[in-house]
């Protein structure tokens, strides 16, 4: 990951719904308290649809305003997901889904190169959700460590992990 005098810098990506977004907030101010750099990583669109719900309307979300007051070093970006602030997401999710999964990574791959060539004294990992597929790729190609954060129950983890044995033994319809 690099020598020892090298900080440690989390780029944390979580999945852009609010049962992953949370955990992830959670696990940034957890990281940073024990002395890591984290830059989080939000969708343009999560952010705006964050910043539209709050009272005051900052540049920010207020989500790390109090950890960094307290000197936690984390650092908030957002990037495109591929598709415009006024697409609705929920109402075509396939397109949705399949921008996040192919044209997200693009601009990850963009960012995580920029952040490299800018902070040359870090020792990058990733933490990415793991819905995602793609994080491994871009952690190969910059050497990096990746943390794979699954962020709901372990049942439901183990439930999806031997789903096909499940099914085979008539445990969920097979059709």
Do not use: C
């Not at 999945?15 to 969708?43: C, E, M, N, R, Y």
């Not at 183990?158 to 059709?175: E, M």
């Amino acid at each position: 990951m690099g020598d020892s005098n090298q900080k440690l810098h989390a780029i944390m990506i979580s999945f852009p719904f609010q049962g992953h977004i949370t955990p992830f907030v959670h696990l940034a101010i957890k990281l940073a308290s024990k002395g890591f750099t984290i830059t989080f990583v939000h969708t343009e669109f999560i952010h705006h649809q964050i910043t539209k719900s709050q009272p005051h309307k900052t540049i920010e979300p207020q989500v790390f305003s109090e950890a960094r007051k307290s000197g936690l070093d984390i650092r908030y970006t957002t990037i495109t997901d591929g598709l415009p602030l006024e697409f609705d997401r929920s109402s075509n999710m396939k397109q949705y889904w399949d921008s996040i999964m192919q044209v997200f990574p693009t601009h990850i791959d963009e960012f995580v190169n920029n952040m490299v060539k800018s902070h040359p004294l870090s020792a990058f990992f990733l933490v990415t959700d793991t819905l995602y597929a793609w994080p491994a790729t871009i952690a190969k190609k910059y050497n990096f460590v990746i943390v794979s954060f699954w962020t709901q129950p372990a049942l439901i983890f183990t439930l999806y992990y031997h789903l096909d044995l499940l099914i085979k033994n008539g445990h969920f319809a097979s059709n």
